[in-house]
């Protein structure tokens, strides 16, 4: 803002906390004398402070002028107390939590996390948690990239904890084992590969792959 007349200083004194930008004042040396004179007398009667960054003034700026509301999914690269202050400061009024990865901790302390900026910025935000519902997922393989399934092959899942190979892996879930009969499909990793139950013992499940393709650690 620019004021460009002496008289105006006392209106610049009684609405300068109403505006957050930077106040300069031009005109003639005589004038800026006589602009002196008179804030020195106003200044007993009113103090104003001037901030010297927007941090007070934050709710100035266009990130609360906008009318659509703006979602944000959180992930390793947006965990952070900095990365997520700056990505509801950019405008997120929503931040989405995706269960089906990482564990309960790690959903908590983003939780707190976001509370904490909420808290700082005196602002609600709102949390979406995704709840793809509960998946079965496979045990660990020895092979940290996985194994290929070859259509046609037999493939077993079993509760032996030991790392999976190529004809074998971990099934974590004995309800599932139990619940199977011979001909029933099993869809592993969002349904990229399937197998056909045709075998099934105390512990295990003997199957048929149908569509091959890789499985890796834990895929559901």
């Not at 793809?132 to 496979?138: E, L």
Request: with cysteine.
């Amino acid at each position: 803002m620019r004021v460009a007349s002496p008289a105006l200083s006392f209106l610049l004194l009684a609405a300068v906390d109403a505006f957050t930008g930077p106040i300069s004042i031009v005109g003639r040396r005589s004038d800026a004398t006589k602009l002196a004179a008179s804030s020195r007398k106003a200044s007993a009667a009113l103090t104003v402070e001037v901030p010297l960054s927007t941090d007070a003034n934050f709710k100035s700026s266009p990130r609360w002028r906008k009318k659509t509301k703006q979602l944000a999914t959180l992930g390793p690269a947006s965990s952070t107390f900095e990365m997520i202050e700056k990505l509801f400061l950019a405008g997120a009024d929503v931040f989405r939590l995706n269960f089906s990865h990482g564990e309960h901790a790690q959903k908590k302390e983003l939780l707190d996390i976001i509370r904490a900026v909420e808290d700082k910025y005196d602002h609600p935000i709102a949390i979406l948690g995704d709840l793809q519902g509960p998946k079965i997922r496979t045990g660990t393989f020895a092979n940290p990239d996985g194994e290929m399934l070859e259509a046609g092959q037999i493939f077993r899942f079993d509760s032996d904890e030991t790392p999976g190979t190529s004809e074998r892996v971990f099934l974590p879930h004995p309800e599932i084992i139990e619940a199977s009969e011979i001909g029933h499909e099993l869809l592993i990793d969002d349904g990229k590969v399937k197998v056909e139950v045709v075998g099934k013992g105390s512990g295990y499940l003997d199957c048929e792959v149908v569509v091959g393709g890789k499985i890796k650690d834990r895929k559901g």
